[in-house]
């Protein structure tokens, strides 16, 4: 495939953020028209390199070449001259602007000084229609659609101008199957037009839908390019942790006893109703349901965001009713929230205050003052125990990659060993090594005593696992499986195709 | 890529942007004529020109220096300087009117002052990466102390009426209207169509929605946001201009102080997001004429001029919380 120069090409690339080398050395060489999958952990670097090529931080060494001819790319405004375009993972809109002027922020079409609104909207319209977006969202302020179509919305951004090179960051991860579908239609035809694409995703099933090569990076480096056709999901996992995957699940004793935590009955208006769950002590019971099932928002009754409208929750057999997460807390509920950017980190603290933030009661002497070499002892010991990447305990958590994030305030939960832990989506936009520590850390809380329920959209997580999945639908509990269910009867079930044996 | 060219241009253009008046800015319209129609009710010579005119006059500088604040607040920041700056510009302009300056060069001086000082705290803030607040507020000593400096611990006496053009009296209007009003209205209206119509005033908007964001499309966020901190600085000079012709021959330590809070509290009023990414001149001249009209109001009434601030008080919390809310709605959707 390297006869004619490459549209893009890397070499010898690093770069360092203060004692941390985000890329130790990276080559990386993208064809024109091909789909080019960029894979790794959290804090392999793929993040890094998107930077480096969209221009927003600049390589310490190593040499960038476009169509053969070196290239310097010192800011966003010479990525954009030079037709590569971003989509970020978050999107990155103006909630007060419509989606027309979001698409054209920063390359208006101008005539005689003014903005020429009615082509800019033409042109709006025919790219919605492409994306499959309804076009009257042109002049629809961003802030009011769902977080979906503003994701839509920035590749529309990123198509609107002539894009030579199509950076997707994780593009898929908040899209539901039917927009990943449209998604992959809109790559087909971009590719198809000569366009480079580079595709970045956790979802390793959905790359051999897509993809033309892979290229693995792990700790910095860029460990190879390869064909697709060479891999399957297996050969890239064990690339990126560098190692061989067990896919061993122990066999778990559950402990019979009373339950500790119980939905009985629960719901909410208009969102989910009659909801029954029993969680043991020491059993891990797995809540799954497709994207609109109704399954987050069961999660958030039990932490306490939401009120349920009917039914009730026995902790221990009593009846508790949270107001806030707080309150849950209080009352014995361990959470680890789904949207940890908004709802778990303290972003600009270290990793030790927010390991020890809820804790510092214990953590304090006379009650009073925080015992800082305590923090730090205990920090470091979770650090270890958690393989938490980073070199001292002092970090902000707003520095590290995703699952490293997820690890710190994960960490939190468990300085204490919670009696009930709930955790929603605890390994969203986690890289697959992380993943495995996350749950390996979740049974072993649950071989411990804790009683678990993980709410997921993850099917692959949940049969993971849990002891007991039950699947939501249609805003209710609906089949229960064992541990040793199979994808397809869970899928089958939350998709609605096997009848409801179970109420 | 390139799209394919096959479909005409849909609907109108009078439907591709939003409303050119916002309904907060109907509110305000109501509001300052329910208003007028009470204090016309209860002192009929209210409605009179003699009555008209000098509240116009008086919101000339804060409405007029609005428009800078309202683009500063737009991106995200705030400019709480302007108080200090407009004793700096007065003073030194006062000074030169004393020594026999002519108008044109004095407006001259009195701008180019503004714009200087404008351009400290835009640097600043744009390179220095401290928020605005902090700047300015850091700035707005400074300033103080400046201008104090100026005065020399005396008042500036025997100020000529070289600027009643900009004044109260009968010079200072051209059929009926005072000229300060007019000069406010055409460069609120100037700035109304630039900041709705054109690439550089919708950025001013995206660096207040996301700055981040803003910078990735490509948005030369520094530059803008050094540019609305200019744009503040020359309109203080101008609106200073306004403030002298307004006075009387002799200017005090007084001048200026506590008019950065009617700015921002005209601008907050209008409509305008504290938070940024939200706003428009139209609501900043409607803010400012409605806490001048409840001022005068208050006077004109008799009551204890404390009201008047009360008033201005409940506006501010009331648009403040309309603001939230919408923020809030918004985010829970």
Known sequence: MAEQAPRLAMRGISKSFGAVRAIRSAEISIQAGRVHALVGENGAGKSTMIKILSGVEQADTGTIEFDGAPVTIAGTGDAIALGIATVYQEPQLFPELTVSENIFTGR????????????????????????GLPARYATVPVGELSIAAQQQVSIAKSLAGDAKVLILDEPSAILTDAEIEVLFTVVRRLTAAGVAVIYISHRLDELFRIADEVTVMRDGRTIGTFPI????????????????????????????????????????????????VEVRA????????????GVSEIAACVYGIDRPTSGRMLLRGRPIAPRSPQQAQRNGIALLPANRKVEGMFSFQSIAFNISA???????RLGLLVDRARERSVAQDLIKRLAVRTPHERQPISAMSGGNAQKVVLARQLVERPEVLVLAEPTQGVDVGAKEEIHRIITELAESGTAVLVVTSDLPEALRIADRLLVVRGGTTTVEFGPDATQVDVLAAAAGAVEEDVA | MTVTEE???????????PAPVTGQELVLIGVIAVIWAVLAFRTPAFLTAGSIQPLLVATAPIALIGVG???????????????????????????????????????????????????????LIAYGRVHAIIITFGTANLFLFLGLQLFGSRTVNGIPATFEIFGRGDEGRTLGIPHAFAITVLITALAWWYLRHTAGGR??????????????????VQRRVLLAYLLTGLLVGLGS??????????????????????????VVIGGTSIMGGRGSVLGTLLGALLVQSVTSGVTQLGWSSQLSDLFVGVFIVVAVGTDLLRARTRRTR
């Open chain 1, 229 to 276: 056709g060479d891999l399957d999901v297996r050969r890239i996992a064990e690339l990126m942790v560098g190692g061989i995957l067990s896919d061993e699940r122990p066999h778990r004793e559950i402990p019979d006893g009373d339950p500790v935590l119980v939905l009985d009955g629960l719901g909410r208006a208009g969102k989910f109703h009659d909801v029954a």
């Open chain 1, 358 to 364: 809820g804790h510092l009661k214990l953590l304090s």
């Open chain 2, 203 to 220: 950025h001013f908007y995206a660096i207040g929605g996301d700055a981040h964001a803003a910078r990735l499309a490509g948005v030369r």
């Open chain 1, 282 to 293: 020491g059993e891990i019971v797995c809540l799954y349901g497709l994207v609109g099932s």
């Open chain 2, 241 to 266: 201009c306004f403030v002298i012709a307004q006075g009387t021959s002799t200017l005090d330590q007084s001048v200026g102080t506590g008019k950065e809070l009617a700015v921002i509290a005209a």
């Open chain 1, 108 to 131: 208006e079409i101008r005539k005689g000084g003014r903005v020429a609104w009615a082509e800019q909207n033409a042109k709006v319209v025919e790219l919605l229609e492409l994306l």
């Open chain 2, 69 to 123: 604040m309202t683009i500063v607040i737009i991106t995200g920041g705030i400019d709480v300087s302007v108080g200090g700056a407009i004793m700096v510009c007065s003073v030194l302009t006062a000074k030169q009117l004393v020594a026999g300056l002519s108008a044109p060069v004095a407006v001259l001086l009195a701008v180019v002052v503004g714009g200087v000082l404008g351009l400290v705290n835009g640097l």
């Open chain 2, 7 to 17: 479909r005409a241009p849909v609907r109108s253009r009078s439907r591709i942007l």
